[in-house]
């Protein structure tokens, strides 16, 4: 969801949920997508992107801690 802001003009970009099948898990493909996503808040100007995952859930948090910083 990209997301104006009053404060400023560049929106933030917030992606709600990423699902990977479970066939193709542990591939890259999360990574990639979280790329992709990047590269299109980039082109947004948007000046963040974020997400927000359940303290227990321990891939996604791997996977946006590696992708996201």
Do not use: T
């Not at 560049?10 to 997508?33: D, H, I, K, N, T």
């Not at 808040?41 to 997400?51: H, I």
């Amino acid at each position: 969801y990209e997301l104006a802001r009053i404060d400023r003009e560049e929106p933030m970009v917030f992606f709600y949920e990423l699902s990977v099948a479970p066939s193709f898990r542990r591939r890259g493909v999360g990574r990639a997508l979280v790329e992709l996503l990047k590269k299109l808040s980039a082109e947004r100007n948007a000046f963040k992107l974020y997400v927000l995952a359940d303290p227990d859930n321990e891939a996604a948090n791997r996977l946006y801690r590696a992708s996201l910083g």
